[in-house]
């Protein structure tokens, strides 16, 4: 915390190995609460080391002091979430003809007929140890046809009510043994998928699940982002990942028997979805100036 006294002073919460002086029960400085206590850091006869409150020193005048505190105001919040991975939201709508297989294409396939729908949506995401995404406020209705019910992102029963769709192009495809048409995710690195794909994973107990730890172009259950006890659930992000999208596994009576992906185009309505990152992926945060890649420790705050 900054804050500045009446005599043109800069004094910031102390920490532990600095010496503590207050304002000296002056009651013309702005926000001061006599209960804390500050540490004074220049004034006519000192000179900071640090940086940041050198920046704030430089400035004599009140006007400018009281700008330039709301300035490092703004830059500390950027640094706190810099600093400690700050998650990244984006809000999504998915379309039901969303092919998860054409992640990381320029046209969606369409091997098994049907029509191959459109492009699956991308949302950039960034490794690091411990990072995962995880979905909040998914609303929205799908349905796989014209003669079929609307249902959430946790899928339906229409058709087989099942599925069991072959990988294509490098993108694993999957079973899932009572549910037809849920929101499906996928995790790409800056290339295309190649063949040979991941194995297909089977989520019919993806809703008994916490934690989905897929592999890159392995696709997966993401569904409401809910397990059945409504916890939520985290999709960890596999080393070298990029990219991640969004979209649904479709194919003639969703494989029954197993076959190929397709026939999109008779599907309908759109999943709504908030889509959080952690970390947030590079370019998410902007604006952090000179403060570059520096951390304050301060008040607890730590870099990770």
Known sequence: M????CEGGIYVWPGDTRDHMGCGGQNQHDNFDPRESWTRVCGRDRIPKDPI????????????????????????????????????????????????????????????GGGGGVLPIMIPVSYVPGGYVWLSSVTGQVSAGVVFPLHGADGGTSASGTTDVLSWGGISGLIHENR??????????????????????????????????????QSFFMGDGRDASHTEQRFYIPFGATRLFLGFV??????????????????????????????????????????????????GMSCV
């Open 180 to 217: 037809t048409l849920f929101l499906t995710g996928v995790f790409l690195g800056p290339s295309s998928a190649s063949n040979p794909a991941p194995p297909r994973l089977n989520v019919t107990n993806a809703n008994s699940q916490v934690e989905f730890s897929p592999l890159i172009a």
């Open 250 to 299: 479709d194919a003639l009576d969703f494989g029954n028997p197993t076959s190929n992906p397709g026939h999109y185009a008779d599907n309908s309505g759109h999943i709504m979805a908030t889509v959080n990152v952690l970390p947030a992926p590079a370019g998410a945060l902007v604006g952090l100036g000179f403060l570059g890649t520096r951390c304050r420790r301060r008040r």
């Open 53 to 112: 409150v050198k920046y704030l020193c430089s400035a004599r005048s009140d006007g400018r002091i009281r700008k330039r505190r709301q300035e490092m105001k703004s830059m500390y919040v950027l640094a706190f979430f810099a600093c400690t991975g700050v998650a990244h939201a984006t809000i999504v709508q998915v379309q039901a003809q969303c092919n998860i297989f054409g992640a990381g294409y320029a046209v969606p396939p369409d091997p098994g």
């Open 2 to 5: 900054i804050h500045t006294c």
